[in-house]
């Protein structure tokens, strides 16, 4: 039995993209338009991604990246993608969608063969990559992305595309990003209850990296930390290539706790309090400073020093960069982190976020913001559409590279080949 729930790029409509970035805590939709590559008065227009219209909904069903209650999960898409849809003018039928949790996982793995004609093809290029596929999984993971960063022709490394040289022995190393086959099924199924069709699935700390970080950045060695509501994704880049990737169960929405605990309030009111008032570090606000917090009834606001918020929010924040500390200088990654930390997601606007972050991890940090677009300055102005736009300019990616399939480039060729799992996760296991 095959499920039919995943559609063949060339099924879209029109040259519109749709990333659905699905979180814990919000369901946002982004729409692009995609701008082909154009004469002007002004010169060459190399084209690029336009955001006609974006849609959120509170998400509902989903907790650590995980879907329990696929209905809830379909009635919240709805909500982001009809709001989408009524500011864009447009129809949504298909997505690309984001996937996280704690089932996520990243393994490196090697390739080589014997080149048999005495000159590298297509056909060798494809292999070589099969046999760094060839690793044990258990049965119920399933291969999300496996990327290749470089290749090696008799011995000689740092190479890009090696069609067309001479050699015996072509060898490659890739990183390979699983994924719970369940968890990818109920999230499609999720998608189909709304009435959408799903192009491709995408871990959301690349869908990220897409958005935020230069290629200069990737290039010198960078780390993206994605501080989403319910975890946090880690995508480490070196060379040009993902080096590492994680994700930690903690997030925006265990700040939102602390503060309903803390302060005995509902937790819209801590998430209100937490987006208007919220600090990661005492030594940021002024020790005067009050805010107003409401019961649990909604009717009766108090006073209270701002400094008890944050006495509430600093604890937290020194965990997570803590466990961020561990992943990265305890694995001595940060020796290749050139370029340090970027920082995006919807908690990373929490005030002194980057000077805590800065602080502990000892590595230069900025705020990352969706960059290479075209339209809405709210959404090019916002880490919390990081994602969002990510999966979209990895839809016209993609799309474009369909445009540019026979110019010789091998990067469509290698896309095809390297996400073969998305035919092979449509297998329902026994």
């Known amino acids: 039995m095959q499920f039919d729930f995943l559609k063949n790029l060339s099924e879209k409509s029109g040259r519109l993209v749709v990333g659905l970035d699905v979180g814990t805590t919000k369901i946002c939709a982004v729409v692009g338009e995609i701008t082909p590559a154009r004469e002007t008065d002004e010169g060459f227009s190399p084209g690029g991604l336009n955001i006609i219209g974006t849609g959120a909904a509170s998400s509902r069903g989903i907790k650590k990246g995980v879907i329990t209650n696929i209905e809830?999960?379909?009635?919240?898409?709805?909500?982001?993608?009809?709001?989408?849809?009524t500011a864009a003018g447009v129809e949504i039928k298909a997505v690309h969608i984001g996937i996280t949790g704690r089932h996520i996982g990243c393994l490196s793995s090697h390739g080589v063969i014997a080149v048999k004609e005495k000159e590298i093809g297509q056909k060798e290029v494809d292999n070589v990559i099969d046999a760094a596929k060839a690793v044990a999984i258990p049965f119920d993971i399933e291969m999300l992305h496996v990327i290749p960063a470089g290749f090696k022709v008799n011995g000689q490394?740092?190479?890009?595309?090696p069609r067309g040289m001479s050699g015996i022995r072509l060898e490659t190393n890739v990183r390979i990003i699983t994924a719970a086959a369940t968890s990818i099924q109920n999230l499609v199924k999720s998608c189909r209850r709304a009435g959408l069709d799903v192009i491709d699935i995408v871990f959301q700390p690349l869908a990220s990296a897409e958005a935020v970080l230069t290629q200069d950045e990737k290039d010198l060695g960078v780390a993206v930390i994605d501080i989403g509501g319910g975890t946090t994704?880690?995508?480490?880049?070196?060379e040009g290539n993902i080096y590492h990737s994680a994700v930690l169960a903690?997030?925006?929405g265990n700040f939102t706790n602390d503060i309903a605990v803390g302060l005995r309030t509902p937790t819209l009111e801590a998430e209100r309090i937490k987006k208007n008032h919220g600090c990661a570090m005492i030594s940021c606000i002024k020790g005067d400073e009050e805010i107003e917090v409401g019961f649990a009834d909604?009717?009766?606001?108090?006073?209270?020093?701002?400094?008890y918020l944050i006495e509430i929010l600093q604890p937290r924040a020194e965990e997570l960069f803590g466990l961020l500390k561990h992943e990265i200088t305890g694995k001595g990654f940060h020796k290749v982190m050139n370029s340090g930390v970027v920082l995006t997601g919807g908690?990373?606007?929490m005030e002194g976020m980057d000077v805590m972050a800065e602080s502990i991890l000892e590595l230069p940090v900025r705020i990352g913001v969706p960059a290479g677009i075209e339209g809405s300055e709210d959404v090019k102005n916002d880490p919390a559409f990081a994602t969002g736009v990510g999966l979209a300019l990895h839809g016209a990616e993609e799309d474009m590279a369909e445009q540019v399939s026979d110019n010789g480039s091998m990067f469509p060729d290698i896309r095809t080949k390297v996400r073969t799992w998305f035919s092979d996760?449509?297998?329902l296991r026994n």
């Open 72 to 85: 809830h999960t379909a009635g919240a898409i709805t909500e982001a993608v009809q709001e989408a849809e």
């Open 157 to 161: 490394n740092g190479i890009t595309d």
């Open 233 to 238: 994704d880690i995508a480490l880049f070196y």
């Open 250 to 252: 903690i997030g925006g």
């Open 298 to 307: 909604g009717k009766l606001f108090r006073k209270i020093p701002r400094r």
């Open 347 to 349: 908690a990373a606007l």
């Open 425 to 427: 996760v449509l297998k």
